[in-house]
């Protein structure tokens, strides 16, 4: 499906649901990772907007499209995917920050409304990963790779049925910044090189 387009979300919604009727599980995931300039804001909006459209409103509107469904299990699951980035801002990607920041808090007000139901919001927050988000990131040595990131998530969903977060140790240094109070200092270190990190 098209997570930018709202008909495409619905109409594989439909499919999916036609085809899997006892559907319990949701990840609901969408992506673009673009740097930015706003120096230059005329030149940034269309990417900004791009960016909001996809990573924030892509999430949102699959959710929608099945929350219905999945309040009718017996026990569901939505997993919301935010970054790293979300708590701790790289200067070249101001809006996918910014949506990742968006879908951690999406996903803790969706936990509170849910609670009682049979639905549970678990909200995966990855670290830099190497794959083809931004150029160069594939190859990137301080990118996670995607393997043993895929080998962590799924030990510790199996180990820490009841965590909402699932955080392999690689982010734990950007989600911890602000309480741990070393948020200046982890700003700086994530932004003290011109490549991008993304997570």
Known sequence: ?????????????????????????????????????WTDPAGS??????????NLLGPIRLIAAFMEH???????????VSSGLAFVPLRPTPTYNATKAAIHMLSESLRLQLAGTSVEVLELIPPAVRTDLMPGLATRESAMPLEDFVDE???????RPEATEIRVRRVELLRGAEARGDYPGVVAALNGSDLPAPA
Do not use: K, Y
Request: overall charge negative; aromatic content about 0%; cysteine-free.
């Open 1 to 37: 499906m098209d997570t930018a387009d709202p008909a495409s979300i619905e109409a594989a919604a439909r499919t999916v649901l036609v085809e899997h009727p006892d559907l319990d599980v949701l990840i609901a995931m969408a992506g673009i990772m673009r740097a930015e300039d």
């Open 70 to 80: 999945l309040l009718a299990q017996p026990s569901a699951t939505i997993m919301t």
């Open 153 to 159: 998530v799924m030990s510790l969903l199996e180990e």
């Open 45 to 54: 909006r269309a990417t900004a907007e791009a960016t909001v459209t996809t």
